[in-house]
């Protein structure tokens, strides 16, 4: 079977000296490929080089991600476009959008940085149409205002996925009416997130996308552990026992689904 990531965060791995380890593993486990998702000036170089150094098995994105947002955002910014023109190019825009639960206590301070966060996803939105790319949304607690802020910019919601999806079945509705789709986490393999499984359920297999968000949300049966992307095989194990699909026909279909959104060339 083969997996893709199609969100994960290696530029920690790197720094640490671990990263060979880390795709030797993922390649034991059938993930062949993976995206090197971006959030700030700090990752945008690391990851774009990895892709360079192994474009058939790391693809690469860039993005300002909103907890990274600060009163200088648009000097950040102002970086982005030029990787639409480098040798190789970013398969996404993102990790972009909204978090209102990293907020500061003072409700002053809270409301300021709102506004910089929808500044910042307001404007990168438009790149991402100039650019018509695929788009990676990052949404926590700011669900109403992610999807308000995106039907005002006008960009193709087709090209839109809101990564780690943790909202519900009735929301995921919103979104798949619009032409968005979710991907999902290793969340999904919690026994305390019913909710998210309904949402997985509702959008069904035909745009499905799984992540493992590494270092982050590590599944079962490894939480306690760092996330790596050789997990991501266990939650598409858990994705196709809760849909009742055998497993090799889900890997199928969620390879396919993943590169025809972002744009991949098979891995070798």
């Not at 939105?125 to 005002?152: G, Y």
């Not at 290793?186 to 035909?206: F, H, M, R, S």
């Not at 992307?229 to 266990?234: G, K």
């Amino acid at each position: 079977m083969e997996w893709i990531d199609s969100h994960c965060h290696l530029d920690g791995f790197l720094n640490k000296g671990v990263l060979p380890e880390i795709l030797d593993r993922a390649q034991a486990s059938g993930v062949h490929q993976m995206i090197a998702i971006g959030t700030d000036l700090k990752d945008w170089e690391i990851n774009y080089n990895l892709a360079s150094e192994l474009p058939d098995r790391i693809a690469y994105t860039v993005g300002l991600h909103p907890c990274y947002v600060t009163e200088a955002w648009a000097k950040t910014v102002d970086h982005l476009e030029a990787y639409f023109s480098r040798p190789i190019l970013p398969v996404a825009l993102g990790e972009i959008g909204l978090d209102y639960f990293h907020l500061p206590k003072d409700a002053e301070a809270t409301e300021a940085l709102k506004a910089h966060q929808q500044s910042a996803f307001e404007v990168q939105l438009q790149i991402a149409k100039r650019q018509n790319c695929a788009i990676v949304i990052h949404s926590r607690n700011a669900f109403e205002d992610t999807l308000s802020m995106i039907d005002a910019s006008g960009v193709d919601w087709e090209k839109v996925v809101v990564h780690c999806f943790s909202y519900s079945s009735e929301q995921i509705k919103l979104l798949i009416q619009r032409g968005g789709r979710a991907s999902f986490t290793g969340i999904i393999t919690y026994k305390n997130a019913p909710n998210v499984q309904k949402a997985l359920i509702e959008q069904g297999v035909d745009n499905l996308m799984i992540e493992t968000d590494s270092p982050y949300l590590t599944p079962e049966p490894y939480r306690g552990k760092k996330n790596e992307p050789a997990y991501v095989a266990n939650i598409g194990l858990k994705c196709a026992e809760l849909f009742g699909i055998e497993p090799e026909a889900l890997a199928e279909k969620l390879a396919e689904n993943t590169r025809s959104f972002f744009g991949l060339k098979c891995s070798d």
